[in-house]
């Protein structure tokens, strides 16, 4: 069976390397789109302000904010990691 819209992509053949296919092929699509669209808004913010400060000033908020997302947020992995062993070393405690 193919899948269609309404599939998860996960199910869609049963094949992870499908399915990272696909969603990498999806991330791209989304990459190229939203850097079109800031190539644009670049483009016009330096026609209507005649410096390209305000874009300059812009692409530091967006990298800093970025910078300090991944620097502030915790190693999720490793958490997840832990709670996997902390609940395989106590599975009955429940009862």
Do not use: H
């Not at 800031?38 to 005649?50: D, K, N, P």
């Not at 999720?76 to 996997?84: G, V």
């Amino acid at each position: 069976m193919d899948a269609s819209f309404g599939e998860p992509l996960a199910a869609s053949k049963g094949n992870l390397s499908y399915t990272g296919k696909m969603i990498s092929v999806l991330t791209l699509t989304v990459c190229w789109r939203s850097t079109v669209d800031a190539v644009f808004f670049a483009y016009v913010l330096r026609s209507y302000s005649r410096t390209n400060k305000y874009t300059a000033a812009i692409l530091a908020y967006v990298l800093g904010a970025g910078v300090f997302t991944v620097a502030a947020a915790p190693n999720f992995a490793r958490l997840f990691k832990r709670q996997q062993e902390d609940e395989g070393a106590c599975p009955n405690l429940d009862t």
